[in-house]
């Protein structure tokens, strides 16, 4: 008996890096899983490496910027699942690197438009179905720029402190109807994001940040989403947790 037996799943931004990662555990784990991204191919691949491990899954093409999209989303794995239990809100971009006044609308606009109005887009679209069933999971990928800032980032700080407060908020509105909803909050995790942003002396200045020496496998952070999302992790709820190798614990590093 896995911990998601009988239980229904989705993934954003399941083409790859984090949400790729997740899924698997949450197929290995014995949830049905829908897997949304824009990323056909990616989608492909995670679906194949579910089969594999003997999972269930479907790929459903998703901008999560495009709220009847994200009906769909959740309206197809209904369909073929029966239910939804727990939706992971991962999908994400970085956006391009600029100070402020370098910042264009446009690409503000679409950093909001998918890390923090597809986090609401695709609760809303889940929360239906989680209070018909009278319990359900909702975990949204902040990251640790949803607590600090970070230079260059506007955007993508501004929209992941949206995130955390987003995810506070669903769990005041929708405790009382048996639903959870926390955030988590990674540091530098080694995905396709961080390999095509950063260039190696700034792997080299992140690793010398973070008191474990290192940036995480997309494995290593999948490992807590799954606790959170399952019964184990019962009394968690409205909270936002760090997952950075001690990063944001201070200053004075001591090597
Ligand atoms: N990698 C890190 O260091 C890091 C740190 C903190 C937070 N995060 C967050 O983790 C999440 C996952 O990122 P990752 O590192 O695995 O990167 P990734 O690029 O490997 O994965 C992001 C996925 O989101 C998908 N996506 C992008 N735009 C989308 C859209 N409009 N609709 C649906 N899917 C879309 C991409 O196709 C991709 O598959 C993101 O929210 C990111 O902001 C990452």
Redesign the pocket.
Known sequence: MGLFTGKVAIV??????????SAIQFAQNGAKVGL????EA??AETAKRIAEAGGESISIM?????SK?CDDMVAKTVSAFGKLDIIF??????GDRAVITDTSNDMWDKVI???LT?VFNCTRSALPEMVKNGSGVIVN??????LVGMGTLSP?VAA?HGVTGLTKTTALEYSRKGIRCVA???????????N?ALAQEEVDGFNAMIPLGR??T?AE?ANFVIWLASDQASYMNGSVHQIDGGLLSGMGLIT
């Open positions: 954003t931004g399941a083409a790859g890096g984090i949400g790729r990662e949304a991204d824009i990323n990616g989608l998703t901008n999560v910027a495009d999209a809100n991962n999908a994400g971009i970085s438009a998918i890390n597809g990928t902040a990251s640790v720029d949803g993508y992941k988590i909050c990674p540091g530098y995790i080694v995905t396709d994001m961080t095509n940036g995480a997309p952070v």
